[in-house]
Nanobody, 121 residues
Protein backbone atom coordinates (compact mmCIF):
# COMPACT_ATOMS: atom_id res chain seq x y z
CA UNK A 1 0.00 0.00 0.00
CA UNK A 2 2.91 2.34 0.74
CA UNK A 3 6.25 2.65 -0.98
CA UNK A 4 9.29 4.37 0.55
CA UNK A 5 12.30 5.39 -1.53
CA UNK A 6 15.56 6.61 -0.01
CA UNK A 7 18.10 8.79 -1.78
CA UNK A 8 21.21 10.79 -1.03
CA UNK A 9 23.67 8.08 -0.09
CA UNK A 10 27.15 7.92 -1.50
CA UNK A 11 30.86 8.04 -0.78
CA UNK A 12 32.18 10.80 1.45
CA UNK A 13 35.40 11.46 3.32
CA UNK A 14 35.55 11.49 7.10
CA UNK A 15 34.40 14.83 8.42
CA UNK A 16 32.11 15.41 5.48
CA UNK A 17 28.33 15.67 5.27
CA UNK A 18 25.45 14.00 3.49
CA UNK A 19 21.72 14.60 3.46
CA UNK A 20 19.44 11.60 3.03
CA UNK A 21 15.84 11.81 1.89
CA UNK A 22 12.97 9.33 2.11
CA UNK A 23 9.81 9.94 0.11
CA UNK A 24 6.64 7.93 0.67
CA UNK A 25 3.77 7.35 -1.72
CA UNK A 26 0.47 5.55 -1.37
CA UNK A 27 -2.90 5.89 0.31
CA UNK A 28 -1.57 7.62 3.41
CA UNK A 29 -3.95 9.38 5.75
CA UNK A 30 -1.29 10.54 8.18
CA UNK A 31 2.26 9.74 9.23
CA UNK A 32 2.64 9.02 12.93
CA UNK A 33 6.40 8.54 13.06
CA UNK A 34 9.37 8.76 10.74
CA UNK A 35 12.58 6.93 11.51
CA UNK A 36 16.02 6.21 10.12
CA UNK A 37 17.83 2.95 10.74
CA UNK A 38 21.18 1.69 9.57
CA UNK A 39 22.91 -1.63 9.20
CA UNK A 40 26.68 -1.83 9.00
CA UNK A 41 28.48 -4.84 7.51
CA UNK A 42 28.31 -7.78 9.89
CA UNK A 43 26.13 -5.94 12.39
CA UNK A 44 22.48 -5.76 13.37
CA UNK A 45 20.17 -3.07 12.14
CA UNK A 46 19.92 -0.22 14.64
CA UNK A 47 17.74 2.82 15.02
CA UNK A 48 19.52 6.07 14.26
CA UNK A 49 16.85 8.72 14.77
CA UNK A 50 13.09 9.09 15.06
CA UNK A 51 10.62 11.94 14.84
CA UNK A 52 6.95 11.83 15.80
CA UNK A 53 4.04 13.72 14.31
CA UNK A 54 4.31 16.05 17.28
CA UNK A 55 7.91 16.86 16.46
CA UNK A 56 9.55 14.91 19.26
CA UNK A 57 12.95 13.51 18.25
CA UNK A 58 15.25 10.82 19.55
CA UNK A 59 18.77 9.92 18.49
CA UNK A 60 21.18 7.12 19.06
CA UNK A 61 23.97 8.24 21.34
CA UNK A 62 26.55 7.60 18.66
CA UNK A 63 25.01 10.18 16.30
CA UNK A 64 23.61 12.76 18.70
CA UNK A 65 24.96 16.26 17.98
CA UNK A 66 26.06 15.14 14.52
CA UNK A 67 22.83 14.01 12.82
CA UNK A 68 19.50 15.81 12.55
CA UNK A 69 16.21 14.22 11.56
CA UNK A 70 13.39 16.28 10.10
CA UNK A 71 10.18 15.71 8.23
CA UNK A 72 7.85 17.41 5.81
CA UNK A 73 4.44 15.82 6.25
CA UNK A 74 2.97 17.76 3.35
CA UNK A 75 5.48 16.00 1.08
CA UNK A 76 5.44 12.68 3.00
CA UNK A 77 9.21 12.99 3.19
CA UNK A 78 11.81 12.50 5.91
CA UNK A 79 15.36 13.79 5.93
CA UNK A 80 18.53 12.93 7.77
CA UNK A 81 21.26 15.54 7.80
CA UNK A 82 24.55 13.85 8.65
CA UNK A 83 27.53 15.99 9.61
CA UNK A 84 31.02 15.18 10.86
CA UNK A 85 30.76 11.72 9.37
CA UNK A 86 33.03 8.99 10.68
CA UNK A 87 34.11 5.71 9.08
CA UNK A 88 31.98 3.87 11.64
CA UNK A 89 28.91 5.56 10.14
CA UNK A 90 29.37 3.42 7.04
CA UNK A 91 26.16 1.43 6.59
CA UNK A 92 23.05 0.95 4.54
CA UNK A 93 20.55 3.50 5.79
CA UNK A 94 16.86 2.63 5.80
CA UNK A 95 13.82 4.77 6.43
CA UNK A 96 10.77 3.46 8.25
CA UNK A 97 7.40 5.20 8.50
CA UNK A 98 4.51 4.40 10.80
CA UNK A 99 1.41 5.46 8.90
CA UNK A 100 -2.35 5.46 9.09
CA UNK A 101 -3.85 4.36 5.78
CA UNK A 102 -7.00 5.85 4.37
CA UNK A 103 -9.97 3.75 5.40
CA UNK A 104 -7.90 1.50 7.67
CA UNK A 105 -7.83 1.53 11.46
CA UNK A 106 -4.46 1.39 13.16
CA UNK A 107 -0.84 2.10 12.29
CA UNK A 108 1.18 0.16 9.74
CA UNK A 109 4.95 0.27 9.30
CA UNK A 110 6.83 0.31 6.01
CA UNK A 111 10.49 0.06 5.07
CA UNK A 112 12.47 1.49 2.23
CA UNK A 113 15.06 -0.61 0.44
CA UNK A 114 17.98 1.44 1.74
CA UNK A 115 20.72 3.71 0.50
CA UNK A 116 24.41 3.04 1.03
CA UNK A 117 26.59 5.53 2.88
CA UNK A 118 30.33 4.91 2.77
CA UNK A 119 32.68 7.08 4.81
CA UNK A 120 36.35 6.81 3.97
CA UNK A 121 39.16 7.59 6.39
Amino acid sequence: QVQLVESGGGLVQAGGSLRLSCAASGSISSINVMAWYRQAPGKQREVVATITSGGSTNYAGSVKARFTISGDNAKNTAYLQMNSLKPEDTAVYYCNFGVTLRGVVGVAYYWGKGTLVTVSS
